[in-house]
């Protein structure tokens, strides 16, 4: 219920507004609503005019998608004002606050309107069968995560409900629908074109020209603009956004090393240039691109997985042991030659076994094998003295 006085500008009038922080105060989502006799959400209360207008509302909710904040803290901040000068109220009455999953019976109805991007499935088997990167997994309660190396053309869909525009109650009618792909806070792409499959839903394809440079991570924000006229038409909008997708590192393969013999007892290193399988590790990743990646070796699959730097490999040139290892190459994106902020959980880790035998300590002697007659000829079964060789 807001005091509409007549000589007040747009920006000064009584407001609404509803924020909702995530649990590190950054603002996720917000909807401001304005004193304005020509909103179709306002009627004019009988018998006040001039300075004394006050515009009311009917009951009715307001729905804001918080898929991406789900399992952590959040906040919503609900913020009623007068009108800057102080003189005309606001007046705002709440009721029935409700956190869950969304349904069709959950706020269908409400004359403020409703938006919501849709996740994007998570693909799978994008990853080597060498690969030990687990894909993470969205649990219950969780935040929704970024789908980790879609494949093009990605499809991006969602749902909608219009707010009330025109005096009759109808819904106001959708003018524009814009799909903003973003990283690190830059729109990289907007889509021109949508479809609506059905009443109340809404779709847009990504292709792979659309993003130039596909690294890490890119989540979507949407905008519907809807036309109402209940007096002078105007815009509304209505925003909704959602974690979208990303592209991490996929390695290769390394082909092993051909495998070796030590001498038992007091063995001597025997030294491994691990660099050499570098090229099948990028085996994946196009050659003009391979200088966006870097590549880090462990001793140890925990420290390769979390990029422990006791079990970093100092030395992978000239990398030396004496015995079978298993050895662990981590590939990431190199952060600092793309320009872009670090992605959680966007890496790979390959391991490869390095194969070192013991020399076989034989006997120095062998008793002989004899035979006597038979004209100087004599069939002999080498076997017999296996024991002999196997003894030590």
Known sequence: MFNNPPNHDFASQ?????????????????????????????????GTTGYNTTLVSDWSCVKLNTIELQGQASKVEITVTDCDQGGHWGVGYFDNLY???????????????????NPIDQPSGDYETCSLFSEPVDPNCAPAL???????PIEI?????????????????????TIDVVSNGTVVYSASTFTQPSPGE?????????????????????ELEFTMNCGTPYNYYVQAQSNGFKFCPVAGCPTPFPPECNAGGN??????????RDSDILSNIPA???????????????GALTQDPNSLIANPATYSITTTTVVYYRLDYDYGAL????VDDCYDVVPLEIVIGEEPNTPATVVDLETCGNGGTGEFNLEDRLSDIFLD
């Open 339 to 342: 320009g872009i902020a670090p």
């Open 288 to 302: 003009s691109e391979q200088g966006n990646y870097e590549i880090t070796y462990y001793d140890d699959e925990t």
């Open 14 to 46: 009584p407001s609404l507004t509803i924020k909702l922080f995530d649990e590190t105060g950054a603002l996720v989502q917000s909807r401001c609503i304005v004193s304005d006799p020509e909103d179709c959400i306002f009627t004019q209360v009988p």
């Open 99 to 117: 956190i869950g999953d969304d349904g069709p019976n959950v706020c269908s109805d409400s004359a403020f309107g409703y938006m919501a991007v």
């Open 267 to 276: 063995p001597n290193p025997i030294s491994y240039d691990l660099t050499s």
């Open 146 to 152: 970024a789908a980790n190396n879609v494949t093009f």
């Open 157 to 177: 869909c969602g749902t909608y409900s219009a707010p009330t525009g025109n005096p009759n109650g109808g819904d106001a009618p959708v003018t524009d629908i």
């Open 202 to 222: 809404f779709c847009i394809t990504i292709n792979q020209s659309d993003i130039s440079n596909p690294y890490g991570e890119f989540t979507i924000e949407g």
